[in-house]
């Protein structure tokens, strides 16, 4: 038996908590700690179920200690006997990491909240596994553009994609977010268009064409796409259905058979058949898609809690050279009983 | 071997959908069949899971049959084959099926939506199992008053309690249901006092002198309830948090040790440690209990999709004499990982 590479977890909130739930399901690879600033109910999980905990000084670990949560060590420690790091910690403080992380000579994989210059390359696993195939260190992009992605790179074997317009009615926040808003109102986020997610999709794929428009909602369960494909020639429905059903990671959900047309819907689906009602796939409203000519469009939903964990799982296999591609993706999907069905 | 009892469940919505899963995770009942109006994700769930489909007319036969949802029979044909059933249907609606569950001699449960007249008996396990024991029909109260039944019974051996003041933070809408509200205002539910929660808690235990106040706010998530009891002798924290402690289906939420203060951050931990994210317990906040000689005051949470759930398992065994009543509660309790932890 092949010895397990040993993933460490910085961070272990919404998305670091659900990789390293997701590391520890691969046989080729196992958690070998988590770190965490805070003692609380996530804490208390990870200890649970036999997680390591660092912390980053000594002083956060006498407050672990303090509420009777044992602390394994300092994230000094925890590098040094780990072969990969994914950083899942808040936007923009993965970066000042980077150095300690480089001191270690440990591979990083990084989240989409970061600059893309953070890692060597952006990443999703359908567009460009094999480009990041060694690669030291790995930023999976967030979870919009994770969406925009999936769709994209599923139906550009079609035909040229000529321009790629979508307008994204995001989540105000997630669902433990209590800070957060707003809670009442339509946000432009931002005015000035595009939005950024049409350049952080160029950093995966620079050769598209795209333009994006965002606005926040006071929602916490998903984001929505409506998203407008032109490509160079005329293009056929049936065709269109087809790539989507045979891409890994999309589900076509058929609202008038399971009667879903919300957010809502979809997640009071998933809790009846996905584990903690999160759906790692990019939900593709089938009802939705209207083809003219050489022009489709549709609507599309995200889960923004989970839409990026196997993408992470993929990432460490890439950048360890675990696996190619479609090995990858396969063992991924079967682990995390990724079946594209949600009802 | 015993033969399991058969137990129908009309109605597949919120309660009806949870119910069914509840009852065939049981050794001495089992689901004979549910009855469905429409054709949606919660029919294919059904199906998926084994359950036969029973509908109200042969036209909403033909809409399932047009989407490929198989249909056992008539709701005439389920009542003939089962022992009891279970009313889930929306508020008020139960009432009309009596007649008919009469017709077949069947037992009955209903839901806290109809009116206390409907059964023989207004119910809580912890309250009155014993009282509903052989009765032919049983009403579950709805899930605020099984809240506050929950914590008075627990509270109600230490000192005789000479009043109860709640007042109910309710949610709008449960997490599916997109044509409710509000979205954007606190509603007095109603102005008038006391709200009907308090007559709904005397159906179960007369003997008591309470009132309450509810607003519904824009939220999916929980209801939220400020209980204070009045003994009519001086009481000690220390009663109370041991009657919580050692009382069935309690949970004592400590804000300090999880850092939870809110129902998203409840709701967000029992998706981790909880099927669906249900909480069938009755979250009380530790930190919150503050006694002042004869009076406790204190923050309680109830999750208004699964509470009942086990209360409908219980008010089945106590219907049918399947079960006492400790036997029942822990029957119940083990089968559902009710186990009074959310982290």
């Not at 808003?181 to 795209?210: E, Y």
Request: hydrophobic share 40%.
């Amino acid at each position: 038996m092949k010895s397990k590479v040993k993933v460490a977890i910085n961070g272990f909130g919404t998305i670091g908590k659900r990789v390293a739930i997701a590391v520890n399901k691969q046989d080729d690879m196992i958690v070998s700690g988590i770190v965490k600033k805070k003692p609380d109910y996530n804490a208390l999980f990870a200890k649970k179920n036999g997680m390591n905990i660092y912390t980053i000084t000594e002083k956060d670990a006498d407050e672990f200690r303090k509420k009777g949560i044992e602390v394994n060590g300092l994230i000094d420690d925890l590098l040094k006997e780990s072969d990969i790091i994914v950083d899942a910690t808040p936007d923009g403080v993965g970066e000042t990491y980077k150095e300690l992380y480089n001191k270690y000579g440990i591979n990083s994989i990084f989240q989409g909240g970061e600059e893309a210059k953070v890692a060597d390359i952006s990443f999703n696993a359908l567009c460009n596994y094999d480009e990041a195939y060694g690669k030291k260190s790995i930023r999976v992009v967030s979870c919009n553009t994770t969406g925009l992605l999936r769709s994209i790179c599923a139906l550009s074997s079609l035909s040229k994609i000529e321009k790629v317009n979508a307008v994204l009615i995001r989540r105000g926040a997630d669902p433990q977010e209590i800070k957060k808003g707003p809670i009442n109102s339509i946000v432009l986020n931002p005015v000035g268009l595009p939005s950024h997610h049409a350049l952080d999709v160029k950093t995966v794929i620079p050769w598209i064409n795209i333009s994006t428009a965002a606005v926040v909602v006071p929602t916490t369960l998903m984001h929505v796409h409506h998203v407008t494909i032109k490509f160079a020639s005329r293009i056929e429905k049936n065709d269109i259905l087809e790539a989507f059903m045979t891409s890994p990671r999309i589900i076509l959900v058929d609202s008038v058979i399971s009667g879903i047309q919300s957010t809502s819907q979809i997640i009071d689906s998933a809790r009846l058949n996905k584990e903690r009602g999160d759906i790692n796939e990019l939900v593709v409203f089938k009802d939705s898609i209207t083809v003219d000519n050489n022009e489709v469009q549709f609507f599309q939903a995200v889960h923004q809690e989970s839409i990026v964990v196997p993408e992470n799982i993929d990432a460490i296999r890439a950048s360890l050279e675990l696996s190619g591609k479609l090995e990858s993706i396969s063992e991924t999907d079967k682990k995390l009983n990724i079946n594209k069905n949600l009802y």
